[in-house]
């Protein structure tokens, strides 16, 4: 007789990847199950419906070439993925290039210091609706993560000093889409630094920062007017 272990390890990778799929469509992975269909060359897993914590993220270590994780939150917070999990991750697997980490609301600076010194790929980063960020986890992308090119940092509790860091960093020619919405403490200048020092910029999400002014149109208007319309997509809020 085989238990249920013997039967997956059996399983070909190409099977557990549709398995795997499957379930992360329906919610049902778990940290109960996810360590048993993740293998070795796993590029990418969707968790964003199922109910995973940092326990089973520390079963996803072994997948040392995995590129892509959505943790995303879609109805209420995330309170279970924590920056122990997201730092293990990310000393274990360099090859990450899209972190998806909407809403999961307990995680810190830490997290985004370790994924933007272990990942060097990183190109995607959502962590809109992750309160407890600061300036730090700007700084630390702006001095290490030159391939990023889209960052989701609403709701974050970041100033302008985090945004220039950002904008002046190594990633400043990599950047093309920023979404920094309902930041309460930014103000027309980090508009002013992410039009001025990221050339490549098409999408700039702004709205519900109480302390933009008409002056961040005006520097959007000469964005606008000099790049022959490579601006794509701008949403914000004049108070």
Not at 20 to 48: H, P, T, W
Request: aromatic share 6%; hydrophobic share 35%; proline share 2%.
């Amino acid at each position: 007789m085989y238990d249920d272990d013997t039967v997956l390890e059996s399983i070909t990778p190409n099977i557990k990847s549709q398995m795997l799929y499957l379930l992360s469509k329906r919610g049902l992975l778990n940290n109960e199950n996810v360590g048993k269909f993740a293998y070795d060359q796993l590029r990418k897993i969707d968790l964003s419906q199922s109910d995973v914590s940092d326990q089973g993220l520390f079963k996803l270590t072994r997948c040392k070439r995995l590129e892509k994780i959505d943790l995303n939150a879609e109805k209420v917070p995330r309170t279970s993925v924590s920056s122990a999990g997201i730092s293990c991750l990310s000393r274990s697997c360099q090859l990450l290039q899209v972190v998806f980490l909407r809403r999961c609301t307990n995680i810190t600076d830490e997290a985004i210091i370790s994924l933007s010194e272990n990942c060097p790929l990183l190109s995607e980063l959502n962590i809109g609706g992750c309160s407890r960020i600061t300036d730090c986890s700007l700084e630390s992308l702006g001095k290490y993560s030159k391939k990023l090119s889209s960052v989701n940092f609403s709701r974050a509790s970041v100033s302008d000093n985090g945004v220039f860091s950002l904008a002046n960093g190594v990633c400043s020619k990599s950047l093309k889409e920023v979404h920094m919405n309902n930041c309460e403490n930014l103000t027309d200048e980090s508009v002013e630094a992410i039009v001025q020092f990221c050339p490549g910029i098409s999408i700039l999400i702004f709205h519900g920062c109480p302390l933009m002014t008409d002056q961040a149109r005006m520097a959007l208007e000469e964005v606008l007017t000099g790049r022959n319309g490579r601006m794509k997509q701008v949403t914000w809020t004049i108070y």
